[in-house]
């Protein structure tokens, strides 16, 4: 396939440690993929679901103990601890080497080792970045081949070049006790073992798109970012585009993928979904910030996908589609989960492949983090500048948190030092994305407290920098809540399609075209500026949503205060400065 030294040098390396039966090269072909699924389906890693309803789909039960990122077992292993910074996990490279290829070791035997090249971007574009992961799950070789571009083209496109990114992953006994995903951010390199979830396994998302990435765009002054991409495109037929951070499963993919409500649609809006989770943001030769989607494919959150909530992405995975712990309709050999129709089967498997009625069940049929796996060209929103090697240039960007109370539905930062400031300081409810307890209130700057892959008072430092790099370019950054409740605990704003009002404010500000009111925290619309025309939400109850508590902000500031001490000396004193603007204005 190759004759590149440094990758064939790699790949003996790694056989001579997982010792495999046999080797096997992705080649991308439709051929070879059909062989594998039909494999899979054979020793049991996937079930064929029904192919007249749901054409190339399958179903992935994966071992009730690996359903979810593993923060806890995820490392940055860098020479020294400060490079990893205070907020990841460390080991010293040497250490975790020797940990994790003696987890590694023979665990291969008597298995294929699979050599998937990807690349992450359209291949042959200077925004692109290559990495080969060895697997010796099909599973993964099928996610991989969904959700990146794979095969020959992509190792041609390397020729002999040693900038490529190595990745093992090893199933071995799915051990949870032994489970580690390891990041080796000084040899781009990327070990992972004993699970076989997504988030862990599919090492071009996460481990590669962000947490590597995030450390090489620091060196060369780009941007690796939780961020989804999406376009709205006004009556006149311009299109805008916006960056979002959120944390995971808060909803990206649906605002990624929104349709806008009725009277939106009737004037002529449109939206195109660049990218649902990855965005690598580099300054153009017009000096603006231009985003890519390094994705081919969205690894989305079942439950809670509908016709109502998301009808672009039940759309996406109604063919071609990989979903992980769903339940199983034994009656049509069909899929469902909590939340896609108020019709449970009464005849079906539950997530962990036991019978289970969902008609007189108490336990959910589907796993909360269970996924979907489907090819981004399903989308029946997907921009076209998708396949653009340039990217598309970024109007605003958003930040935002699953907040109860505190946070309003929408703020515009005063400035970018701001708004990296406004970035560092979300925090949101955790969610059942990762292990770990749901609900509780966790600081996650930027969306990405899991995947920054060196110290993030550091990559703090980057973001400011970027925005000297922007200067008069950068764009406006924003920060908004949809998950304001009422003191009965009820949501205050729709969300979903409705989520467009806002970001058509967030647009009009962009242009200059409406005014604001100034607060402590930023500047919040006039009640005027949001359009509630049909959205059955009333002036009170957005008066509400925008209203700044101070008591309640008097206490974020403490906890703000509390969680800055973890950076010690390594939090730009710009970022602080901002807080300390912030406490003043409070006082006032
Ligand atoms: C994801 C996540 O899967 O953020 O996208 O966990
Ligand atoms: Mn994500």
């Given at each position: 396939m190759t004759k590149n030294k440094s990758v064939l040098e790699w790949i003996q390396k790694i056989k001579n440690i997982v010792n495999p039966k046999n080797m096997v090269w992705i080649d991308g072909s439709e051929e070879q993929l059909e062989n594998l699924r039909k494999q899979a389906c054979m020793n049991g890693e996937i079930i064929k679901l029904n192919q007249e309803k749901l054409p190339g789909c399958y179903l992935r039960r994966t071992n009730p103990n690996d359903v979810a990122r593993t923060e806890s077992r995820t490392f940055i292993c860098t020479k020294t601890k400060e490079a990893a910074g205070p907020t990841n996990n460390w080991w010293d490279p040497e250490f975790a080497y020797n940990k994790l290829y003696g987890i590694a070791k023979d665990s291969y035997k008597g298995k294929t080792m699979y050599i998937i090249p990807y690349s992450m971007g359209i291949p042959n574009s200077p925004f692109s970045k290559i990495g080969i992961e060895i697997t010796d799950s099909i599973y993964t070789v099928l996610n991989m081949a969904i959700m990146t571009r794979v095969g020959k083209d992509i190792i041609d496109a390397l020729s002999?070049?040693?900038n490529w990114v190595r990745g093992l992953h090893a199933s071995c006994n799915i051990d949870e006790e032994n489970r580690y995903v390891c990041h080796f951010p000084e040899d781009n390199t990327i070990i992972s073992v004993n699970s076989c979830y997504g988030g862990n396994v599919l090492l071009g998302k996460k481990c590669f798109a962000l947490r590597i990435a995030s450390y090489q765009a620091e060196k060369e002054n780009w941007l690796a970012e939780h961020m989804l991409i999406l376009g709205v495109q006004n009556p006149k037929g311009e299109i805008k585009y916006i960056c979002a951070a959120f944390p995971s499963a808060c909803g990206k993919t649906n605002l990624a993928m929104l349709i806008p409500p009725e009277i939106y649609k009737k004037k002529g809006y449109k939206i195109w979904c660049i990218g649902d989770d990855i965005a690598w943001l580099r300054i153009g030769k017009d000096g603006r910030l231009w985003a890519i989607n390094p994705e081919n494919g969205f690894f989305g959150?079942?439950?809670?996908?509908?016709k109502k909530s998301n009808p672009n992405a039940l759309q996406t995975a109604s063919s071609n589609t990989i979903f992980t712990n769903v339940v199983q309709n034994l009656d049509d050999n069909t899929v469902w989960w909590e939340g896609l129709d108020n019709n449970p089967p009464e005849n079906a498997l539950d997530w962990k492949g036991n019978p289970w009625n969902g008609k007189i069940s108490n336990e959910k049929g589907a796993h909360p983090n269970s996924r979907f796996t489907s090819p981004t060209k399903n989308c029946p929103c997907l921009g076209k500048e998708f396949e653009n090697p340039e990217g598309v240039p970024i109007s605003a960007i958003i930040f935002g948190g699953r907040r109860?109370?505190?946070?309003?539905l929408v703020y515009e930062t005063f400035d970018w030092n701001h708004g990296v400031f406004t970035g560092s300081i979300i925090s949101s409810e955790s969610t059942a994305a990762s292990t770990g307890k749901v609900g509780v209130l966790t600081h996650n700057p930027m969306a990405m407290m899991p995947f920054c892959g060196y110290n993030m008072g550091k990559y703090f430092a980057h973001w400011i920098k970027m925005g000297e790099l922007l200067g008069n370019k950068a764009p406006k950054i924003f920060n908004v809540n949809w998950f304001k409740t009422d003191k009965n605990g009820n949501f205050m704003w729709p969300g979903f399609g409705e989520n467009l009002r806002v970001i058509e404010w967030i647009l009009n500000r962009c242009e200059g075209k409406v005014s604001a009111k100034e607060t402590p925290i930023g500047f919040v619309p006039l009640l005027e500026d949001i359009n509630l025309q049909e959205s059955g939400v009333s002036k009170e109850t957005l008066k509400d949503l925008l209203e700044i508590d101070m008591k309640l902000w008097h206490q974020e500031t403490e906890d703000i205060e509390n969680f800055y001490k973890k950076f010690d000396n390594c939090l730009p004193k710009q970022l602080q400065h901002e807080f300390d603007k912030l406490k003043k204005r409070l006082k006032k």
């Open positions: 002999d070049s040693n959150v079942a439950p809670g996908t509908s109860q109370h505190t946070i309003p």
